[in-house]
């Protein structure tokens, strides 16, 4: 309930300016109804296309291509892998702990990163239904050899360094 | 799922109402436009880098923003940082990579966002 604080608060200053006539109050709440009505006609259909995707690729299928492949191959199969997760950033990292100890490289590793932050396409179908396909893949475009040169980098500096990917959570969690 | 993400979904809503009522068009268009150059695209990614706000909110306010004049370079830059740049997780990442290489991803990420803002500058 604590979460619907803002919400209340503003749903009761719309209704005093609207009844005492307030230019601002009106403005305001002008902006969020049009933001609204945007926001509650995709968000319901874009939750059934990424529930679709999580049925029809599961990510075990995919994982189990990532030995010990390296080369063009191995990045292709990390990508793809990262393409078809969910969530923020920071729930990536433990899952770059697998890669490391499945024998993934260093260039891998933060090409994952990079595709798993940029390239989820549950995340590309709300950038398409919001900016625009035409957006969404020149992004993607332009982002894909950008982080595949990041990987590069990190991969050339870190090659003859004690360079290891640990793994902080004490407890085992279901990743 | 729909309903747990709700009230973040809304509060971002009203917050954004607010803000854009209270900073004019006219600003906006001058600080993150067309024509708002280095500036701008600092701007953009300095907030992106340290905001913590979810994908699936992040791209409605895109859109919102691209509706109040702000450039696709800046949107790119803006969704890019937020997307591969994390300080508030850096702690978090650094458990992971060590420091020194968890700094050196996120600059390298930072510097990315800027090269691929730039080209989607170019044919947006």
């Given at each position: 309930m604590k979460k619907y604080i803002l919400s209340g608060m503003f749903v009761i200053f719309l209704i005093a300016s609207f009844y005492f006539n307030l230019s601002y109050g009106k403005s305001m709440g002008n902006n969020f109804w049009i933001f609204f009505k945007e926001m509650i006609t995709f968000l319901p259909f874009m939750f059934i296309l990424v529930g679709l995707f999580d049925v029809w690729f599961p990510r075990e299928k995919v994982e189990k291509?990532?030995?010990?492949q390296s080369g063009i191959k191995g990045t292709v199969w990390v990508i793809l892998l990262a393409m078809l997760q969910a969530g923020?950033?920071?729930?990536a990292f433990p899952v770059t702990y697998l890669l490391w100890k499945k024998g993934c490289s260093i260039k891998n590793i933060f090409i994952y990163l990079g595709a798993f932050s940029t390239l989820k396409i549950p995340m590309l179908t709300f950038e398409i239904g919001f900016l625009g396909l035409r957006f969404s893949l020149l992004r993607t475009v332009v982002t894909l050899p950008v982080f595949i040169l990041i990987g590069k980098i990190m991969e050339m500096y870190l090659r003859d360094k004690k360079f290891e990917v640990k793994q902080p959570l004490l407890e085992k969690r279901r990743m | 799922m729909f309903l747990g993400l709700l009230p973040t979904v809304l509060n971002v809503l009203i917050l954004v109402s607010i803000f854009l009522f209270l900073i004019p068009q006219e600003t906006i268009i001058r600080l993150?436009?067309?024509?708002?150059g280095a500036l701008g695209m600092m701007i953009a990614a300095v907030i992106g880098s340290i905001s913590l706000i979810p994908a699936f909110i992040s791209y409605p306010l895109a859109s919102i923003l691209i509706k109040s004049g702000v450039s696709y370079r800046v949107v790119a830059i803006f969704i890019t940082t937020l997307l591969m740049v994390g300080v508030l997780t850096l702690p978090i990442e650094a458990k992971f990579f060590g420091l020194k290489v968890s700094i050196m991803r996120n600059t390298l990420s930072f510097i990315g966002a800027l090269v691929i803002g730039l080209i989607i500058g170019i044919f947006l």
């Open positions: 291509h990532i030995g010990k923020p950033l920071y729930g | 993150l436009g067309k024509n708002s």
